[in-house]
């Protein structure tokens, strides 16, 4: 099993596209050697995060839901403040959901380096 490495430029594409892309290639189904219970995917690198195109109302209307564990602890975050503090992170929960969601999720995602601007 050969890994290979990635590198995506991230800036005017859009989120949602960008983010499955990203999980085809970290989960190997570009590969002909694919099979759902081995974990053959490749490393991706993501550059230029805060390039990325978010489409229609989302950054107002999309939210994102935490609970801390305590009664009546439920928090919200809406899409644009995250993207403002990290956009790493909404980029990262989006390919995490596109994963499967079983033991190899964790060693996929692990795959994933993401930067805001460029790589020197």
Sequence with gaps: MER???TIDA???SLGRLASA???LL????KATFERHIDAGDTVVVCNLDALKITGTKKESKEYFYHTGHPGG???SVLGKV???NPGEAFRLAVYGMLPKNKLRA???KRLTMYRGQIK
């Design 4 to 6: 290979k490495t990635h």
């Design 74 to 76: 439920l928090k919200t």
């Design 83 to 85: 993207l403002e503090k």
């Design 11 to 13: 800036s005017g594409k």
């Design 27 to 30: 989960r190997g189904k570009h």
């Design 107 to 109: 060693s996929m995602i």
């Design 22 to 24: 990203v999980a085809v």
